[in-house]
């Protein structure tokens, strides 16, 4: 069984930092494609970062494209996202996410197993 366990939300202020981390057990996490999503109150769940197994190749979202970087250490299973010069609108639950394809999806379908996400809160 495939589990994903986020942790590293909190409550920041506006222009702080926070990283999150995901660790993936049960499966191969060497070989695997990992995406980092958002859902806000209220709204759909958004793509906003992911790494391909090697970190060669990586993708984010326009809206927080040169604040928050993916990275990865398989060795430890695990995925971090830091998020830095944190605004209001970061605000959300944050998910992070495995599948099984090679390269990075941004869609919610492409992503088979998914944690429980953690809250983060920028306050203004």
């Known amino acids: 069984q495939v589990q994903l366990v986020e942790s590293g939300g909190g409550l920041v202020q506006a222009g702080g930092s926070l990283r999150l981390s995901c660790v993936v057990s049960g499966r191969t996490f060497s070989t695997t494609t990992m995406g980092w999503f958002r859902q806000a109150p209220g709204k759909v769940r958004d793509f906003i970062a992911g790494?391909?197994?090697?970190?060669?190749?990586?993708n984010y979202a326009d809206s927080v494209k040169g604040r928050f970087t993916i990275s990865r250490d398989n060795a430890k299973n695990t995925v971090y996202l830091q998020m830095n010069s944190l605004k209001p609108e970061d605000t959300a639950v944050y998910y992070c996410?495995?599948?099984?394809?090679?390269?990075?999806?941004?869609?919610?379908?492409?992503?088979?197993?998914w944690g429980q996400g953690t809250q983060v809160t920028v306050s203004s």
């Open positions: 790494s391909t197994w090697n970190g060669g190749s990586t």
């Open positions: 996410a495995a599948r099984t394809g090679s390269a990075v999806g941004t869609a919610i379908s492409q992503y088979a197993y």
